[in-house]
């Protein structure tokens, strides 16, 4: 706990979201979802517009089309929120060796580890001009937290939201702390929220008052004892640079050895959604599970299994951790359990995100079925919406970009009964139209997204060249003569 708020916590507002509309000036200020846009498809984020109507992330996307019909629909682009994130993980790399990055659109920044003096108004101007330089590096916004802890940097940037910076000076911490819920809190999930409030604690407050005995009680020596310094702002975790954490695990000794076999597994499956709770609040997942026995005799053994890909599911861990014990003989007593989760991956909901495009795509290439997916999927949602891919070899997914030898480069906007909407603008251009092409035209093709900000060759801006990523130093070709990029 830090006596001036020199904890910075920086997230992206509508992440993904806002870059399709830094990208697409016509969607500027419009509802905007993107995710999966398949009949089974999850909304992985919303423009704040859309989240007027309900809209929300991992929410089904047809559920979000019927509250927001008139939503742009987007498959993601992952290789361009890639380039985005980099560019503004290098802008904190800037500020501090210390950035421990927990997502693409979120890291941790340790200010004081860079050089920025302790006190309020400095840390305040380091945080609005990240805020300025993000900016003019990518063109788009996102929320600062400073705080003297991460728990606390984190609540403020989520108070900041959208486009803010929130300073929670310390010494107020525990007074702001205490009216929140206790799923503020890191390593509190729906588990021990529950556990908690059949005992009527709701609030961190009541957290506080029940004491640090009554919390170990309920939820075990670690965890109750870590649960009660953070309920009272107490949160010493150090920012952790990037990679430095390898693996996430939890413990517990016992104060009299376990005999009883179902007691044994029951603890197990504790420890392991406890392990699934710091590795959720990392914004991490991993591949190997580990599971940790030491025995009355102090004899100590780990077995491993490694699963097929990297998870946070807490099922998948928790049923991990039950085969592991099940070959451990525990017939002497055990003092102590430990599951862990190593071989640590970021960015799990890409994946998942990558996996579910690689479906639909597939099922996309088997010819005649696809009509029949855009057929059902269409159904009460307007044709422009829809993937199709009628001529069974090209596939125009809604937002990605395309190239025409005529009006030069534009995004699809949607495809349909052979026939594919293109709407020509770029990221610096004044909204553009639309125009409709048959799905097999030879003068159209898939084309890399533009970088959101145009490089300005020794413009007096306010960005320089240093703010751009590597890959966006050079200028993209010049847009073509059509009547979209007039400026
Ligand atoms: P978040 O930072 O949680 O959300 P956000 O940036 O879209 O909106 P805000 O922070 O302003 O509330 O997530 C960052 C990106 O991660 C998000 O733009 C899309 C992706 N994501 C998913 O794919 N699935 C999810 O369930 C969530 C929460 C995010
Ligand atoms: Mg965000
Ligand atoms: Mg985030």
Redesign the pocket.
Known sequence: MRGAPTILHL????????VEQAAKPSLRGKPVV??GIGPRG?????S?EARVFGVH??MATGQARRMCPNAAYLA?RFSL?RQVSDAVMELLHGLSPLVEPL????AFVDLEAGGTSASTQAAREVGERLRRDIRAATGLTG?VGLAGSKMLAKIAS?RA??DGLVVIAPGTERELLAPLTVRTLPGVGPATAEHLRRVGIHAVGEMVEAGEDELVRLLGRAHGTSLHAMAQGLDDRPVVAERDAKSVSVEDTFDVDLHDRARVRSEVARLADRCVGRLRSAGRSGRTVVLKVRRYDFSTLTRSETLRGPTDDPAVIREAAARLIESVDTTGGVRLLGVGVSGLAD?T??D??AQAATAEEATAEEGAEPVADAAAEGSGVGPVEEIAEEAGRRRWAPGHDVRHAEFGAGWVQGSGVGRVTVRFEQPWSEPGRVRTFPVDDPDLEPAEPLPLVRAEEGSGGQSSPAMRPKSWSSPPEPPPPDEASSP
């Open positions: 997230d992206m507002d509508a992440f993904y979201a806002a993107v995710g999850v909304v992985a984020t919303a704040y992330s991992a993601p929120y997502s693409l659109d979120e929320s989520e939201k959208p960015f909901q890409e998942l995100f």
